[in-house]
């Protein structure tokens, strides 16, 4: 089991994900697991996170669920 876990919440983040899940890849410390949370993005976020990093959980909202 992971010591750390990464929570990464989407929402419309699919500009942001290659610099950000990329980072994770690149990091020294390599001792965590990923969970990204999507909060109903509708512009291919989570899709698009799932294919540049496999490995991470999903926990997928059906609509966003922010303040």
């Known amino acids: 089991m992971e010591r750390v876990q ?9 500009r ?3 610099r950000l ?3 994770l ?8 697991s990923v969970l990204l949370i999507d909060n109903g993005s509708s ?6 996170a799932r294919q540049l990093l496999p ?3 999903i926990l997928k909202n059906a609509r966003n669920l922010g303040p």
């Open 6 to 14: 990464i929570q990464i919440v989407l929402w419309q983040s699919h």
């Open 16 to 18: 942001f994900l290659e």
């Open 21 to 23: 899940l990329g980072s």
């Open 25 to 32: 890849r690149v990091q020294t410390f390599q001792d965590f």
């Open 43 to 48: 512009d291919g976020s989570l899709e698009y």
């Open 55 to 57: 490995s991470a959980s």
